[in-house]
């Protein structure tokens, strides 16, 4: 199973662009790279999910270069309501297991 | 609407009793998992189940019991086993196999022994 390692945190102001990347070397021929955002005491919800190159959707755009041992989430022009942690979460059904694991985490502070 | 529903939202516990967290999806998911978060923590995998009258442990399990009789339900009965329970309890789907990863979550609960 790929294991994933992200920053700890991150510091940010409002309306800037913030850029996460998470390390997943041995990603598999069939793996999804998916992230997700978390505030305190709420579950995680899903922000983004991509296999390869470049996908964007109304929140955020998920960059994955050609050899897709890392990707890089990319919130543009933040707000105070960013501040959240952020995981990334590496699978696909080659492991037919679904046995999800999370890492750690990159917590975002974004300052007025 | 669709989505999972997770009760109790808190609980406390006296040592030695064993509590059972509910959590019920009408999404029509295969796939149930349960999470631990600690403070300030990442989120740990306990059991996960990918079809009904099946289940696997996960990393921490120990201390941990799950069921999966009907497809909407994944409840986890947190034993006197589990040394440390406190913690804050989060369940989750997903269709299950297609696309990993694309999980919904609760919205938590969160256990206290006193």
């Known amino acids: 199973l790929a294991k994933t390692t992200q920053p700890i945190s991150m510091d940010s102001y409002e309306g800037q662009e913030v850029n996460i990347t998470c390390s997943h070397n041995?990603?598999?021929?069939?793996?999804?790279i998916t992230w997700y955002q978390q505030f305190p005491s709420q579950g995680p919800r899903f922000i983004i999910q991509?296999?390869?190159t470049k996908v964007t959707n109304e929140v955020a755009s998920l960059f994955i270069p050609a050899d897709r041992k890392s990707s890089t989430l990319s919130l543009p022009r933040v707000s105070l309501s960013d501040t959240a942690v952020y995981y990334c979460?590496?699978?696909?059904?080659?492991?037919?297991?679904?046995?999800?694991?999370f890492g750690t985490g990159t917590r975002l502070q974004v300052f007025p | 609407d669709g989505g999972i529903t997770q009760s109790p939202k808190y609980l406390f516990r006296k040592e030695g009793q064993n509590v059972t967290l509910s959590c019920e999806q009408n999404?029509?998911?295969?796939?149930m998992y349960w999470y631990r978060q600690d403070p300030g923590q990442g989120l740990r995998l306990i059991y996960y189940?990918?079809?009904?009258?099946?289940?696997q442990k996960g990393d921490i399990a120990e201390g941990y019991s799950v069921s999966r009789e009907k497809k909407e339900s994944f409840p986890l009965t947190v034993t006197s086993a589990q040394k440390n329970p406190t913690a804050f309890y989060l369940c989750?789907?997903?269709?299950?196999?297609?696309?990993?990863?694309?999980?919904?979550f609760g919205e938590g609960s969160r256990l206290t022994v006193l």
């Open positions: 989750a789907s997903s269709i299950g196999g297609k696309k990993g990863g694309e999980l919904f």
């Open positions: 041995n990603i598999a021929t069939n793996d999804y």
């Open positions: 991509g296999y390869k």
């Open positions: 979460l590496v699978g696909g059904p080659l492991h037919n297991t679904d046995k999800l694991i």
């Open positions: 999404l029509n998911h295969d796939a």
């Open positions: 189940s990918q079809i009904v009258n099946d289940f």
